[in-house]
DNA sequence: TCCATACTATTACATCTGTAACATTTACAA
DNA sequence: TTGTAAATGTTACAGATGTAATAGTATGGA
């Protein structure tokens, strides 16, 4: 499993940026950014910057500017944070968790679907298990 | 929505431990910690002491001795963890989420028998609303 | 009573984070 | 060509975190 850098709360907001679209120039970033945020220019370069170091954005130079982009990708890091997730809060965890995202309404009907499917197929699979093990 | 102070990485050690079993004393927290990291025990004591601070974790002086027990409930946590998570990835990541927690084998067949039953329930709810609308 | 022990309290210090100011270089317009 | 704007680079600084050392205090045994 590939390592994925330590990345902090602000730093995440520039990454979501860069899944959503990529390459961007550090302007594009900050232009975004402005607007959801407070943050000066000079915060959001700083960010930039300290994603470079930690290897999780590379860049290309073209010309004059820098073209930025993500070096891990969206999934990964869900990941990531979900092993950490549980590492803190144990299996135990996710029956809380599920039911705070729906009560947060953000599922929609298909992405329910979908996860009552992954459900199933577990499902199935702790029954071919348990007979196999008879 | 109670507030939930921001507890950190090496924190959370300490509150799991907490949730666990409490009241506990310092030296009750000192030595199940060390035997699960290398910290010292002046570390983990800095670390309740922190938490003190944070009011995540309250206590009563008995005799000479400090009896330590949570201010927040493990529930409460996972809930503001999960809302953070929502944050950062957006509903989209519930989906590889729960593919790890499957994965990693974190759930067992009531579990999943559980969260079939959310699930099921959000899906009912859908419905409605959508029959409503009509 | 007085010291060793066990606890608690205070202080330290390097990194990481959030938040930015100030400085320098480059490129284009006048 | 030279000043100015835009882009990039360097430096700053306070608060949080990881990790602990040192100092003070109370308490029970010699």
């Given at each position: 499993m590939k390592k994925i850098p330590k990345i902090s709360e602000a730093e995440w907001e520039v990454m979501k940026l860069l899944w959503k679209?990529?390459?961007?120039t550090a302007n594009d970033v900050v232009k975004t950014l402005s607007g959801k945020t407070h943050w000066k220019r000079e915060t959001i370069r700083t960010l930039i910057n300290r994603l470079v170091q930690k290897k999780a954005v590379g860049f290309k130079k073209k010309g004059r500017q820098y073209h930025y982009f993500p070096l891990v990708t969206e999934a990964e890091c869900v990941r990531a944070e979900t092993t950490s997730f549980l590492k803190r809060?144990?299996?135990?965890?996710i029956e809380p968790m599920l039911a705070a995202f729906v009560e947060e309404e953000k599922l929609s009907t298909e992405k329910i679907a979908k996860l009552r499917r992954i459900l199933k197929k577990a499902a199935d699979e702790h029954k071919k298990k348990r007979n196999k093990s008879r």
């Open positions: 679209k990529s390459p961007a809060f144990g299996g135990g965890s």
